[in-house]
């Protein structure tokens, strides 16, 4: 019996020493854009499984553009299709996907592929084709309140594709929601109001860059922290001035809402 055991671990062994070289590197490759500063996060957001939720409750729009931003920072990487899926009664919540927004943030429309799921478990069937799928640059997910089924055991099936498949997977939930998963981060993303821009020699404020908050909740490779961004022409985001808006956490009193 002995014999027998030893002879199991001794398979065992091979397969455990690759998963342990696989997992540092994969831990490698998320550890490098874990500067103070957050220069480098776009690295770490072309990879993986994340969940983005928004910090209250009317930061849903705010967490769907940064998903869309990051798919299509994917998407200019690899010149391939972005993969949209949600949930159809989402369309009475929050509307259906805008257009111009999303090529605003960077997503090709011509390689935009829209998928409306009838039912919860469709949702998740729709990613785990598309991870399956070498053809596609990344995927996001929305299911807002209508998340039913979601727990760690589906988070860490979608985690496990996106890592195999090498295609990032960003999904959308409910900013009320939490609880364990198994995604390598969580986003809580909030809006925050623009810089001042205005025309040389003009008292007339104009419309200016959006501005978002960033706040990592929990990760698997990062320690938990908050970056403020602005957005480009071109829909890429970058870091933004920290008193550009006003002493820090001057915004967040006046609306009643936390500081980061």
């Known amino acids: 019996m002995a014999c027998k055991r030893n002879k199991k671990e001794n398979l065992k062994s091979p397969k455990r020493e690759v998963s342990a070289l696989k997992a540092c590197e994969f831990a490698r490759g998320y550890s490098e854009p874990a500067g103070a500063d957050g220069r480098e996060i776009g690295h770490f957001l072309t990879r993986g499984f994340h969940e983005c939720l928004g910090e209250g409750r009317g930061d849903h729009a705010a967490a769907l553009a940064f998903a869309l931003s990051c798919a299509g920072l994917g998407q200019r990487e690899t010149a391939k299709p972005v993969l949209y899926c949600a949930h159809s009664g989402e369309r009475q919540e929050t509307g259906a996907l805008h257009a111009p927004g999303a090529m605003r943030q960077g997503v090709d429309l011509d ?33 807002g309140a209508w998340e039913r089924l979601y727990d760690f055991t589906i988070s860490r099936r979608l985690k496990l594709r996106a890592e195999r498949a090498g295609i990032p997977l960003f999904m959308i939930r409910h900013w009320r929601r939490g609880g364990a998963s198994a995604a390598a981060a969580r986003w809580r993303i909030s809006a925050l109001p623009g810089a001042p821009a205005s025309f040389a020699g003009s008292r007339m404020p104009l419309v200016s860059s959006p501005r978002f908050r960033l706040r990592l909740e929990r990760g698997v490779f990062l320690k938990p922290r908050s970056w403020e961004f602005e957005y480009d022409a071109s829909g890429r985001f970058h870091l933004a001035s920290p008193l550009a808006h006003g002493p820090p956490g001057q915004w967040a009193k006046r609306h009643g809402r936390r500081a980061a």
């Open 111 to 143: 390689r935009l592929l829209c998928v409306r799921a009838a039912r919860e478990r469709d949702v998740y069937w729709v990613a785990e084709q598309g991870l399956s799928c070498p053809g596609i640059a990344a995927i996001v997910l929305s299911l």
